[in-house]
């Protein structure tokens, strides 16, 4: 698993993956339909998966654009999948092999986001 986040406060990247697992498998089998966004009160969730991977942008509502937000997960996907493609083929998953891919979230953020816009 790869998680990283850029504010102050805790983060629990798996109990964030597991609810957004299960309400996209609610979603799909009870509505026919893919969940892109969870809004809550003082948070936006925009997520995707793409069968092993998932990948969530959490901000405030008003900390960026949803345009931009889905910009940034198609280049996160992008990337993910240039460079780890052979062995998710394989089926070669260890997820500590991803570790090295937050590297590369810091230099997409850096890209795409300034530092003090992201919640």
Known sequence: MVSTHYYKGESEPNMISGFLIAMANFAERIMGEAIQEIKLDQHLIIYKIIRPI??????????????????????????????????????????????????????????????????
């Open 54 to 119: 998932l990948v969530a942008i959490v901000t405030s509502p008003q900390g960026a654009s949803k345009r931009k937000m889905n910009l940034l997960m198609k280049v996160i996907l992008t990337q993910f999948f240039e460079e780890y493609a052979g062995y998710l083929q394989e089926g070669l998953i260890e997820p500590t092999m991803f570790s090295d891919f937050k590297k590369a979230l810091d230099n997409m953020m850096k890209v795409y986001f300034t530092m003090k816009q992201i919640k």
